[in-house]
């Protein structure tokens, strides 16, 4: 078993509590995962998204939760199932004892699933493991989007851990079209998509306008709408969102998901600074 990698890889974050440690396990578990899957053919139908993608391939500083994928063509017929036992093989070899349990329904078009591993825990050592009972238990979701809106572009990019494997995944101009449709569409306040906005606006990160177009389109209150997407759409809709938020609820969700030492930057954040920032958009 490969144990020891994930060891010296853990040691590596010199987490300071409890929160840290497990996020960081997951975060581990997160990259075999996707490692496991690129030795399938999985990424030649799929591609990473969202803020774990951004997390692991771009180091964005926030921790993030699921697996989210879109298929690079629409396939109604597309299972994720098939995939699980390639994936359970590939990280037993790193102590990891596998299930999964398929959410995924035929009549709707993101194929889900849990991985769950309750084993892991007890084979490393975790400074902040429980004194009496079961090591902390690893939950992650996968989700595969099998019918996505047109216009994403992909790149190929490369993890090197456990081993070097390639990954398809959007690229950053589409990920941020990404990022807009949830902070515009989601009909409940989400502090992590403006934590996302300001790391994508700080970087001058164009928005991929044909794939929010279509990403409107389909789902959210915009859908069937016609109306052109470009640049000032967006400023006007992001100033509606923006003066309607309570920043206070955005800090106290997105803060859980950060370092102590990252939380300073949350102090300035508020309906100025968004206005501000949202200027920073490039079309």
Known sequence: MSVRLIQERLDAYACTSTVEED?????????????????????????????????ILHGLERFSEDLDFALQTPDRSFRL?????????????????????????????????????????????????????????????????????????????????????????????????????????????????????VWYTSRKTPVNLELLAAALAQTGPWKGSTEAIDREWCLRALKVKIESIDWQRARDDVRAFLRPSDTKSLEVWGRDFFLAQSGKLLG
């Open 81 to 197: 199932d098939r995939y699980f036992s390639e994936v359970r093989r590939e990280m037993a070899a790193y102590g990891y004892e596998i299930d999964f349990i398929d959410r995924s329904k035929v009549d709707q078009a993101v194929r889900a699933a849990f991985l769950k591993d309750d084993s892991i825990g007890d084979l490393l050592q975790l400074r902040y493991k429980p004194r009496t009972g079961p090591a902390r238990a690893i939950r992650i979701k996968l989700e595969v989007d099998t019918n996505p809106p047109a216009g994403a572009r992909l790149e190929t990019r490369y993890l090197d851990f456990p081993f070097p494997q390639a990954v398809a995944t959007f690229d950053p101009a589409s990920l941020f079209a990404g990022k807009l449709h949830a902070l515009l569409c989601r009909p409940y306040l989400k502090g992590r998509d403006w934590y996302d906005f």
């Open 23 to 55: 996020r960081a396990v997951r975060e581990i578990t997160q990259e075999i995962v996707l490692a496991a899957l690129g030795r399938t053919d999985f990424f030649r139908h799929a591609a990473f998204h969202g803020g774990t993608c951004l997390r």
